[in-house]
């Protein structure tokens, strides 16, 4: 999780924050009076006030506001051949007009869906 950036998460990520617990909130202003100026509609329908930081009001840890992590979603294709060596491609087709004169075992494809920096 990247620490909260009011901007960022309205610019970047439609409007939303996530949790330190996972939910989504989405944010409806920055601007109300007294200390905890963010204001944020809830996954489940509650009203919840954070302070510029991100911080939840009422020091409610798994609440503290974090900015999304951005998703990453790629396909690739594998070439695997005889001799143990791999190649890797953007598509299908430019995997299957490869020329290599080692004799090709498979082309597989290899979907990732994660967020970034994710198993770092």
């Given at each position: 999780m990247k620490k909260f950036d009011y901007d960022e998460c309205i610019k970047d990520h439609g409007g939303?924050?996530?949790?330190?617990?996972?939910?989504?909130?989405?944010?409806?202003?920055d601007d109300k009076s007294g200390g905890y100026p963010i204001v944020g509609l809830g996954e489940y329908g509650g009203v919840l006030t954070f302070a510029a930081d991100g911080?939840?009001?009422?020091?409610?840890?798994?609440?503290?506001?974090?900015?999304?992590?951005k998703r990453i979603k790629k396909t690739y294709w594998v070439n695997i051949r005889s001799n143990h060596n791999i190649s890797i491609f953007h598509s299908k087709k430019e995997a299957n007009f490869e020329d290599v004169d080692i004799k090709k075992l498979a082309c597989v494809e290899i979907e990732i869906d994660c967020e970034e920096g994710e198993g770092l």
């Open positions: 939303y924050a996530v949790t330190r617990g996972g939910l989504k909130v989405r944010l409806l202003c911080k939840r009001e009422f020091q409610d840890l798994s609440c503290d506001l974090f900015t999304p992590s």
